[in-house]
């Protein structure tokens, strides 16, 4: 790596572009070259820095400072100050009570801890010198060379990493079926199908650092054996597919995908599979149903696939977050890793406030930080000084939670984060509505395999229709938890049971909503028409 | 089906088959290969699915059953833009419908509809993960965030179709 | 094989290791309904109305027909949560299905309507939008109505994977998913071989047979129409069970009584056709030997089997025996032979045939299917199933009625035409002949066990003569395409082989009574041969009255006239694009 002054990382995250972040570096990058600065100062550009709100934005370092809501016409002002004179533009940084994201692990805010997001902003995501010269491929190296594949099991096991899609299953132990399964083909699975909403962690990592994912994968099949990985991204990605890829095509050039990776012996290759707009995919024996090329309908559980999985091959499936976690923890050590977070959570987790906060984006924390801390300390706490109403947690197949939850902790013994979306609402949203609005998401992504969920998703929709358009009563709170329950206790997969999970935690703490909605036909926010009579509605 | 040598874009035989040598010629590889049909031809034909089917060995209601499976795939001609709103919890509580209501009102059609010109199809679609800069569309690979109904007319603007003699929609 | 331990509902039963949390339920005589199960087949665990309770299992219930039973598991199949989950999930299924019982096909005999009741479901708590409704009766063999469907898939498995034909699969996703037939054609549209596999498959009303019950009430009516009927071989052993009576129940002669009934003028037998049929095809099989005609030569009895081969298989076309189906025969000589020697005029003559079958109602209306002035040889086709409707129509008590002869002389038949119905039965009756006919000398013994029972393929090599015959026999779809591909790659030698359209042959047709599964195939299979040995004659050359029909009418087998009305050609059929004109259709 060349040595150079400065580093300015240009956001070039979705929001940026969109805003013009690509006419800015290339401002950058002329106005440097203009000051003849272009062999002291490198212009890098990083996926979404996590600051939507924004954007765009650019941080200097070595100072860390951040510049938001820069435009081309700041750019003269910005180069001629700051890095000719060294003094910076105070107009411009990102400060205030908000925290500030950028920041790398070491002098972020004391609630957040970079550990999977670490590079996320200081590195190009393009460049795997940039990765190996923040310690990228270290972890591969010390697994495949010095390491058993027992002993990474052992080491992830010890670490408690727990799977971060939502089910928060144990990793290593995971791996340890995998391992022990026979099958003369095993498979590594990245799960990258990222749909719930409100999460969008998984697509940051992928943009602004894929190899920590790849790194996550070789190690996985250097432990249970396997020889052919697959990152399974939703088709939506496009920017993931493009990072993810070029990231592979360089690994694979520099010898760590391939055959006989670091003369450890290990053959292994990883292709990206793009989704093509289904959320059951996420689902991860639908997943491979879709990988083999059918329909992406949920298939049963047992046997499971970590000993009947891709082709009926033993097969991993890991999310994202969890994958990226796998090289922290064989280069630090489990002991390391298990001092963070809880008891029962180890680790960090990365969460996705979105909703009414006043800065959307992705933070990441040891387990056991509160509610609070990541929604007012991180997220701004509401925009637009409203009052804060409730969370919907880790997304539709979540619980709803209120203010009374704001100081719990996020973690397995307490507050279960989800896969760590944040659907936050303030006062002036309803409640019902919202529950709709996640019914018809449901009702959209259903499979449609089975009977419980095909039917009862629709069912749900159409109540809260009847509901928001007046034509409520009061008993069908009754029925429409009996369908809930029922959808729990008999769908095939996690999509029917969890359907209507957010509903039932929602009724009560919003008794008094729904009521307004059934018997007074009348949305307290304003927000439902209410203005059909019942025979109009329910036929 | 015939196959034509001229430049037209009517998926011809040969380059389907093409297509399915590229992605490899086993039945995991169906949405990949679905995938790039849809890339080089806009949607994915009965046609085209008869001869994948044909390719692969298996049966054309399978790929049939497949492709109208996900909603990325299409099976009938789509407009020549194609607008995605998402609906989804956080950009429906940053007032998606608005947006959408603006984008009905420009355009004259409603989700699921495409314009009589053929310029734009219009449709609502689950969490496209940019729930950062809720309520978000996209125009075909474009994204926009962050939206309130006065930004949608300008944003259309871009895509319209050209009212040049040409006819081409250049 | 190990054993395995299970207590369901408090009684132990010991299962084979692998079995399932249903089959160790059965095991201890427990009933758990089941919708989109099939035994033999992968378990897809959709329906979800076959839950249990495993002790110590996560919150959720289990699907019993697919959750493996494990050593030392305790279940529970019949506790209140179990019972209101099952209704609740009957009752979501109901919510999108068009309950008008007494006009459904399927009535008291019906999966659905037996869960619902047993479950006690009165009234429906989730009353909703239901999808919008599909009615195809574009073919003349198959209706579907999607309005009755609840999405088990039961008809998929069985199209894709028993038949390998292909037509029907899931399509769309969410509540708008539908089982249709490719690019949510219609039937006729799809290619589709009027099999009715998936009518046996389907639990409910969603599949049927396009009815000709009133056009036969018509011509019965009618009193310037002389009515006949035809009785293929499977039926006499499978009508019983549309009455009660136990599968392979042997009701030949109350058959006839019930079609006399019923009001028929003359109840013959397809069996008189099926032993021309031996005639013509051993002739037609013997030339080819001698002269070097394409072999092996295939049977063509089966109509769904015809549709199949000229879709799929259209080069092997001239290896297709040129034999119409007995049925067809039948039609034929009803309208010529039968006609003038009753001095009736054809045209006054309405044919019916009782059939086992859904492919036969597609193959009377080919338009080869006409030997006298574009008349149909066979003017209507009654699957098992609707004759015995019309029974009922007519008040016929089945069970109760005397034992009646056919009629004569197209009622008079051999051993070896029973058997048609059975897979391997067509190769065993053409043994019988052809080795006399060759030979010269009498069979000891005319059981050919070899192509005798259910395997899907079954092969023998028969010494005639100085002749080595290797001959095959395969039903089901499946089973026949292996044999095709066998031969496309040059790697089979038969010389002669049988295909049957469905697992089992006849008896397991399309049109017979449901439930139509192994242990119901097997009985009626054990029936048949039954019914062989009961017969004086078992050899088709022998039957009498097939004689007296070369001497007045025909000839001798294969002559000019046995070809203008006994024999027929095949049409390739274009596969996809099918509206491409036939005549475009490459060969492969
Ligand atoms: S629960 Fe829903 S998504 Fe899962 S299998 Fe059933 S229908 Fe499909
Ligand atoms: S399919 Fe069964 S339940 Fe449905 S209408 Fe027919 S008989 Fe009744
Ligand atoms: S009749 Fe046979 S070929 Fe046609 S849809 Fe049914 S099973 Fe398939
Ligand atoms: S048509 Fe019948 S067999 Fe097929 S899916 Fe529907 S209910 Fe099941
Ligand atoms: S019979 Fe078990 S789920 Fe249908």
């Known amino acids: 790596m060349a040595f150079y002054r400065a580093h300015i990382l240009v956001d070039t995250g979705t929001a940026a572009v969109l805003k013009g972040a690509n006419a800015l570096r290339t401002a950058l990058v002329d106005e440097i070259k203009r000051k003849g600065l272009d062999k002291e100062i490198k212009v890098v550009e990083t996926g979404a820095l996590g600051l939507a709100g924004a954007v765009p934005a650019i941080v200097v370092y070595p100072e860390g400072v951040t510049y938001a809501n820069v435009t081309v016409d700041d750019v003269a002002e910005i180069v001629e100050e700051h890095l000719l004179k060294g003094r910076q533009v105070s107009r411009l940084v990102y400060k205030g009570d908000t925290p500030s994201v950028i920041k790398s692990a070491e002098n972020c805010r004391s609630a957040e801890m970079r550990v999977v997001l670490k590079n996320i902003g200081v590195i190009d995501p393009t460049s795997i010198d940039e990765y190996i010269a923040m310690g990228g491929y270290e972890a591969t190296a010390k697994a495949l060379t010095t390491m058993s594949p027992q002993e990474v099991i052992a080491e992830i096991k010890a670490s408690g990493l727990t799977g971060r899609g939502g089910a928060g299953f144990p990793t290593g132990l995971k791996w340890d079926f995998t391992a022990k399964a026979d099958g003369d083909q095993k498979y590594i699975i990245c799960n990258a199908d990222e749909g719930e909403p409100g999460n969008f962690k998984d697509r940051l990592i992928m943009e602004g650092d894929p190899h920590q994912i790849i790194e996550g994968m070789i190690i996985a099949a250097y432990a249970v054996g396997a020889q052919k990985g697959y990152i399974y991204i939703r088709g939506e990605y496009q920017q993931s597919v493009a990072n993810t890829e070029r990231a592979l095509d360089v690994a694979r050039e520099m010898g760590l995908l391939g055959s006989d990776i670091m003369g450890s012996g290990l053959s292994f290759d990883i292709e990206v599979f793009k989704g093509a707009g289904a959320y059951i995919c996420g689902e991860e024996t639908a997943l491979l149903a879709s990988l083999e090329g059918q329909r992406g309908e949920s298939r049963m559980k047992p046997p499971f696939p970590p000993t009947h999985g891709l082709f009926g091959m033993p097969t991993v499936i890991n999310n994202v977050e969890t994958l990226a976690n796998v090289p922290h923890i064989i280069v630090n050590g489990a002991d390391w890793y298990s001092n963070i977070g809880t008891q029962k959570s180890k680790g960090t987790k990365i969460f996705s406030p979105c909703g009414d906060v006043q800065y959307p984006g992705v933070y990441e924390v040891p387990f056991g930080s509160t509610l609070r801390e990541v929604i007012f300390g991180m997220a701004g706490g509401i925009k637009s000084g409203k009052k804060f109403k409730a969370v919907l947690m880790g997304g539709p197949s979540g619980v709803l939670v209120g203010e009374e939850a704001l100081d719990r902790s996020l973690c397995s013994e307490d507050l279960n984060p989800g896969a760590g979306a944040l659907i936050v609402l303030d006062e002036t949203k309803c409640v019902v509505d919202l529950i709709k609005n996640c019914a018809q998401f449901f009702a959209h992504e259903s499979c449609g395999q089975c009977t419980p969920c095909r039917e009862g998703t629709k069912r749900m929709v159409e109540f809260f229709n009847w509901w928001t358009a007046g034509a409520g009563s009061e008993q069908d709170l009754k029925l429409l938890d009996q369908l809930a329950t029922t959808m729990a206790l008999t769908s095939k997969c996690g999509l029917g049971q969890f359907a209507g999970v957010a509903f039932k935690s929602s009724i009560p703490l919003f008794e008094e909503e729904y009521l307004a909605h059934l018997v007074d036909k009348r949305c307290p926010a304003g927000i439902c028409e209410m203005d059909k009579v019942e025979e109009e509605v329910r036929v | ?170 | 094989m190990d054993n395995i331990n299970v207590s369901i509902d408090g009684i132990q039963v010991s299962i084979p290791k692998g079995s399932t949390v249903l089959d160790a339920a059965r095991a201890a005589g427990i009933y758990i309904p089941t919708l989109c199960h099939m035994d033999g087949h992968k378990p897809l665990g959709a329906c979800r109305v076959c839950l249990v309770e495993i002790e110590g299992g996560r919150g959720a219930l289990q699907a019993s027909c697919s959750f493996p039973a494990a050593d030392g598991m305790v279940v529970r199949t019949n506790s209140r949560r179990v019972h209101n989950a099952r209704k609740a999930v009957v009752e979501l299924m109901l919510s999108a299905h068009r309950q008008d019982c007494n006009a459904c096909n399927r009535t008291l005999n019906c999966e659905l309507q037996d869960i619902a009741k047993r479950l006690g479901i009165r009234e429906n708590r989730f009353e909703g939008e239901m999808p919008p409704r599909i009615m195809d009766t574009s073919s003349p063999s198959i209706v579907r109505d999607s309005s009755k469907c609840i999405l088990c898939r039961r008809c998929v498995e069985v199209c894709q994977n028993v038949q390998t034909v292909g037509t029907l699969f899931a399509v769309d996703r969410g509540f708008d998913t539908v089982i249709a037939p490719t690019a949510k054609k219609e039937l006729t549209e799809a290619v589709c071989v009027a099999c009715g596999q998936c009518v046996l498959a389907c639990p409910v009303g969603a599949l049927y047979e396009k009815s000709h019950i009133d056009r036969v009430w018509e011509a019965i009516d009618d009193p310037d129409k002389h009515v006949i009927v035809q009785t293929a071989p499977a039926v006499r052993v499978a009508i019983g069970e549309e009455f009660g009576l136990p599968a392979g129940s042997r009701v030949t002669k109350k058959m006839v009584a019930g079609l006399r009934r019923i009001g028929f003028d003359k109840v013959f037998d397809t069996d008189f056709t099926a032993d021309l049929t031996i005639l013509e095809e051993g002739t037609e099989f013997l030339g080819r030997l001698k002269n070097n005609g394409t072999l092996p030569m295939l049977t063509s009895c089966s109509p769904g089997w015809i549709n199949f081969i000229e879709y799929f298989y259209p080069e092997l076309l001239p290896n297709l025996s040129t034999c119409k189906s007995p049925q067809q025969m039948f039609g034929a000589l009803a309208k010529t032979y039968y006609a003038e020697k009753m001095g009736v005029k054809p045209e006054d003559i309405y044919s019916v045939s009782i059939m086992p079958c859904t492919a036969k109602k597609l193959e009377a209306g080919r338009e080869e299917m006409s030997v006298v002035n574009g008349l149909h040889d066979v003017d209507a086709v009654l699957t098992t199933r609707e004759a015995a409707q019309m029974m009922r129509e007519a008040g016929v008590d089945f069970v109760n009625l005397p034992d009646e002869p056919f009629d004569e002389p197209l009622g008079i038949a051999t051993g070896a035409a029973v058997i048609f119905g059975a897979t391997g039965g067509v190769m065993e009756a053409a043994l019988r002949t052809v080795y006399e006919v060759v030979t010269g000398e009498t069979l000891e013994n005319v059981n050919f066990e070899a192509v005798r029972g259910l395997e899907g393929v079954k092969e023998a090599v028969v010494k005639i003569g100085d002749i080595e015959a290797k001959v095959a026999v395969a039903s089901g779809l499946s089973n026949a395409r292996k044999l095709m591909d066998l031969i496309m790659e040059g790697k089979a030698d038969y010389h002669f082989i049988e295909i049957m359209c469905c697992p089992g042959g006849c008896l397991g047709g399309g049109g017979q009574p449901i439930p139509t599964n192994d242990e119901v195939r097997k009985a009626r299979m054990e029936a048949i041969y039954a019914e062989d040995e009961g017969l004086p004659i078992r050899k088709s050359h022998e039957n009498p009255a097939i004689r007296t029909l070369y001497e007045e009418f025909l000839g001798e087998p294969n002559s000019h006239k046995a070809h203008q009305l006994l024999h027929t050609h095949y049409t390739p059929k274009a596969l996809w694009p099918t509206d491409v004109p036939l005549d475009e259709v490459k060969t492969k």
């Open chain 2, 1 to 170: 089906m015939k196959s034509c040598n001229s430049d037209c874009c009517v998926p011809c035989e040969a380059d389907i088959v093409a297509i399915v040598d590229k992605c490899g010629r086993t039945e995991c590889n169906l949405i990949p290969i679905l995938h790039e049909l849809q890339r080089s031809f806009g949607y994915i034909s009965d046609e085209a699915m008869e001869t994948v089917a044909a390719e692969l060995g298996i049966t054309v209601s399978q790929v049939h059953g497949t492709a109208t499976f996900y909603t990325l795939l299409y099976t009938r001609p789509q407009g020549k833009n194609i607008i995605k709103i998402c609906d989804s919890p956080p950009c429906h509580l940053q007032g998606s419908k608005a947006i959408q209501a603006a984008i009905t009102k420009a355009l004259g059609i409603e989700p699921g509809e495409t314009t009589l010109d053929g310029n734009f199809t219009f449709e609502v679609v689950s969490c496209m993960g940019l729930c950062g800069v809720a309520p978000a569309i996209m125009v075909n690979d474009d994204v926009y965030g962050n939206l309130t109904a006065e930004a949608i007319p300008e944003i259309l603007d871009k895509y319209a179709a050209c009212s040049c003699c040409c006819g081409e929609g250049c």
